[in-house]
């Protein structure tokens, strides 16, 4: 049997991943809809107030690494999932800007845990030959839930305004909840750790990994590419190309989509090649959306829109390709059955981007020209980092064991 089908048998495991993901994607496309409309803050105050919360949760990210290694990914998932309950019950009692940032900050440091928790989790089901397809095959559940999630969030928006915005918070909570449950359920194989505690992986260790450092590196650079159809398009296209406000949904639709339905397809077809040739062609993918994007408002209105789209599925495609290439070279590159420290640094390839990358691309939007460079100079330096992430020529330290797979051609 597969990765991906043994990762389908554990059914607790696969509908807590989808539960959870389901309630992100109902929540979070209105969340700041949800303190301007409900709380009635200001949308600049309340954006800078969960930009001060997430930034902050950063801080976390050594801790999480120790947790995971002291007490199991399984138990970290669990606590992860009640503190994001918490964490969006909070968001109810809101009525000040310090509490939205430290609802925020509760929420983004569960959020932390759970990337630090997470792919050492999948590291305890899988063979080291199979990560690339287990990361493929939850890649696709979490899209396809996160999509599900907005579309009930749009629907719930439409049908009930505020009241809709309360229940689209709650339902978040209780996903989180629920998700807590089914993982208790679950039964994860016991690690081969290493025996003495001086062996221990740690965050100084994983930062003195230099291979490890540029994959981090390279992946993070490269993830505000991933930003271009969900953040920047949908106000690029409607505010400075002046386009039909339906290709805003288009855009997100096809991304969404892509991904959806060729994100296992296209891990099969890759399974054949190195992981540094997959991210090495993502890499070029990406930058040649970025050039396609520089030149969207020297083309005829009437392209504008389709050029957009195809933008979007080009991106869609380097991503479904890079991510879980990345996240099983990461895995493959920590010491065996003591991930966690890797993994919680492995986490800024999504979440800086996320965090940070809202406030940029909005800035970045009154000169679309210069932030199209500035993008194009993340990927180039991507691409270095990229190369520099071929190991030298040692032996590995004998306190650090490493998977079979390490070795990222």
């Known amino acids: 049997m ?56 950063f801080a976390v990210v050594p801790l999480c690494g120790r947790l995971v290694q002291a007490a199991g990914p399984k138990s970290c998932l669990l606590v992860s999932n009640v503190l994001t309950a918490l964490g969006y019950g909070l968001f109810f009692a809101a009525g000040n800007l310090p509490t939205v940032a430290a609802a925020s900050f509760l929420v983004t440091a569960s959020d932390r845990l759970y990337g630090a928790a997470w792919p050492t989790l999948v590291a305890r089901f899988a063979k080291p030959a199979e990560l690339t397809e287990w990361f493929s095959a939850v890649t696709v559940l979490k899209t396809t839930s996160l999509g599900v999630g907005t579309l009930g969030a749009t629907a ?89 406000a339906y290709w805003p949904t288009v855009v997100v ?54 050029l957009a789209v195809l933008v979007a599925a080009v991106l869609a495609l380097a991503e479904l390709a890079s991510k879980p290439t990345a996240a099983a070279a990461a895995v493959a590159m920590a010491p065996k059955g003591d991930e966690g420290p890797y993994m919680s640094l492995f986490q800024l390839t999504w979440t800086v981007s996320y965090a940070v990358g809202p406030a940029v691309i909005g800035l970045g939007l009154q000169n679309p020209p210069l932030l199209w460079a500035a993008l194009a100079l993340c990927v180039a330096a991507s691409a270095l980092a990229h190369r520099l992430r071929r190991p030298p020529a040692r032996l590995p330290h004998p306190a650090r064991p490493r998977r079979e797979e390490a070795e990222v051609p």
Do not use: C, K
């Open 2 to 57: 597969t990765g991906a089908g043994r990762f389908l048998r554990q059914r607790r495991l696969f509908l807590s991943v989808a539960i959870d993901t389901f309630g992100s994607g109902v929540f979070l496309p209105l969340s700041l809809l949800y303190f301007v409309t409900v709380q009635h803050f200001p949308a600049a105050a309340a954006g800078t107030a969960v930009t001060v919360g997430s930034v902050a949760s």
């Open 156 to 244: 719930l928006m439409a049908l009930a305004g505020g009241h809709g915005l309360r229940i689209a918070l709650a339902l978040n909570s209780a996903s989180s909840l629920l998700a807590a449950v089914l993982l208790l359920g679950v039964t994860v194989p016991a690690a081969d750790r290493p025996g003495h505690r001086a062996a221990r992986s740690n965050t100084r260790a994983a930062l003195g990994d230099r291979p490890f450092v540029s994959l981090v590196a390279s992946q993070t650079l490269l993830s505000a590419a991933w930003l271009i159809p969900t953040v920047a398009f949908p106000v690029y296209l409607v505010e400075n190309l002046h386009q039909a």
């Open 253 to 306: 639709a096809v991304r969404y989509a892509t991904a959806t339905t060729l994100q296992m397809r296209i891990s099969r077809r890759l399974s054949g090649w190195s992981r540094s040739r997959v991210l090495r062609l993502s890499i070029g993918a990406v930058a040649a959306a970025i050039a396609l994007t520089a030149t969207l408002s020297t083309a005829p209105h009437a392209l504008q829109g389709p």
